[in-house]
């Protein structure tokens, strides 16, 4: 018999594998980044095809076969809808998290997208803030996976980054060598 595991996901990224069926990465906050099967998705009686759309918040029951981890249900946390601009930044968070966090591997990335979709949601930002937070993003999870860079904000030298106007302003300073430390970064954290 198997074991239910009930966790709370985001959907990072979703592959069509069958007719009917679907491969997606999701990151739980107590398993991290998992490939996960859903059996019949894309069938138009389908339960589950609105509850698991990427970047949703959905609470997964899984089991895992001898093909992998498989859902047997979802739950649609967060009804909120997203803009466009919002989606795109969420989808490029998480190309950075599928390429950087191993499978399997607790991260603090969970709470960091969570957070990011949370700010995100709460008022429309241009596209240059926008991107500051995706950097700020970008930054916390390098340092969770040991990438991380090191500044000096104001008086503070750290390799974590709050999401605050302080550090919301020294992104939107120094954005270009931000952007080259975060390729060296990326670079170096591939095997």
């Known amino acids: 018999m198997y074991h ?26 107590d ?3 998992l490939r996960v099967n859903v059996i019949g998705i894309r069938k138009a009686k389908s339960k589950l095809r609105y509850a698991i759309q990427k970047t949703n918040h959905t609470e997964f029951a899984l089991i895992q076969g001898n093909a992998g981890w498989q ?5 649609l946390l967060d009804t909120q809808i997203i803009s466009y601009k919002i989606l795109e930044a969420l989808d490029r968070l998480g190309q950075v998290i599928m390429r950087i966090v191993p499978y399997g591997d ?5 709470t960091t997208y969570k957070t990011l979709k949370e700010i995100l949601q709460e008022e429309e930002y241009d ?9 700020i993003a970008v930054l916390n999870i390098l340092d969770t996976v040991g990438y991380g860079i090191t500044y000096t904000v104001g008086q503070k030298t750290d390799t974590s980054f709050p999401f605050s106007e302080g550090t919301l302003q020294f992104i939107l300073k120094n954005q270009i060598m931000i952007t080259k430390d975060i390729t060296k970064a990326l670079n170096n954290s591939q095997l």
Request: charged content about 20%; some cysteine.
């Open 4 to 29: 239910i595991h009930l966790q709370k996901a985001f959907i990072i990224d979703m592959l069509k594998t069958k007719d009917d069926d679907m491969s997606c990465v999701i990151l739980t906050p």
């Open 31 to 33: 398993m991290g980044l």
């Open 71 to 75: 859902s047997t249900n979802a739950i």
């Open 106 to 110: 607790i991260t603090e990335a969970y």
């Open 127 to 135: 596209t240059k803030t926008l991107e500051a937070f995706l950097y």
